[in-house]
């Protein structure tokens, strides 16, 4: 049987899987805001942000799934290797990925819902994604612009903090945190 | 033949051809100058999700003339000057400005040459012309209708789609509808 599920040894396909998929999108959007706000060309730059727009939506549903998955799934114990301080940080950092994760796509959301531009929102020019119901004004976008930088940046250096982590562990340590989130079978004991 | 009956027969065709038709040859026949005062020329494109963003542009020059002898042979020239794009936004004014939309520093107007007028009823035609912008030019239609006409001066209200991709300013398709509706007053004085 395809282990897709968690247990309380390894992690299963889905979560392997929502794992680095959100990774590669979160990295991804941080890499693509910074580069639509420098684009001189007014035309690149209005085009990349509204794929920046359709990627946080994206972003936002994933993570809503991978913390319903999260809520409805065992989640694996810390290799008993783990020592005392980490098996206490290990869970605030996380707890701390998942809110900037939540945090990110929320705040870019309630951006261009207050947006005196009321450019409207076509994820993927799929659908006309709704405005939060907020009051737009210059400074309400400017506030949210602000809130929306500083959470992009404080989030990727918590993903940079995290990428260490798991990179001490596979070559210093040498357990399994970060194998276990590559394949299942190697969280096996 | 008595002048009482002359002068019936005349009051009697005069009620058979409508008042505008009667006077929109013979009196306006003539040359125009565009009046910035008394003329605007408005758009509005559709939005996704409904409403739609309104603008205009503040600065265009033209020329009607108006032929006394047949509509067909009348014509209007505008030029619209793009870099005087305002929505109330100034970041959307500069964005429409940019190579984005308009380059109006490297096409500085937007041009449109009536090529035939078709008169559709007693105050209404149809101008078709070719409208160059951004270096590209294509057949486009606007309909006019005589708005007011007194001794110096000749109203129209004009209306008419463009499809903005044909220009290479399809950016924000769509997000923002392809189609431009123009709704225009132009107000002529004689030159």
Redesign the interface.
Known sequence: MQPITNTPTRYGWAMIFLHWLIGIIFIGQFALGVVMMRTT???TS??LI?LHKSFGFLLLGLIILRIAWRLGNATPALPPSVGTLERRTAPLAHFALYAFQIALPLSGWALVSVS?????T?PF?LF?M?DLPLTESDSAEGFWISAHWYLAYAGIALVALHMAAALRHHFLLRDTVLTRMITPSSGRE | MNTRILGLAAFAACLAVPAMAAVALSDAAGSYMISPSGSSIRFTIGKAGGGGFDGAFGRFKGTIRIDSGDVGRSKVDLTIYPESVGTGQGRIDAFLRSDAVFDAANNPEIQFRSTNVTRTGDTTAVVTGRLTARGKTFPEKFTAELGGLTGRTIKFHVTGKVLRSRYGMDVGTPLYSNVVDFDMTLTGRRG
């Open positions: 060309s007014q035309r209005f085009e509204q005196t531009l009321e450019i409207p076509m020019n006309v709704p």
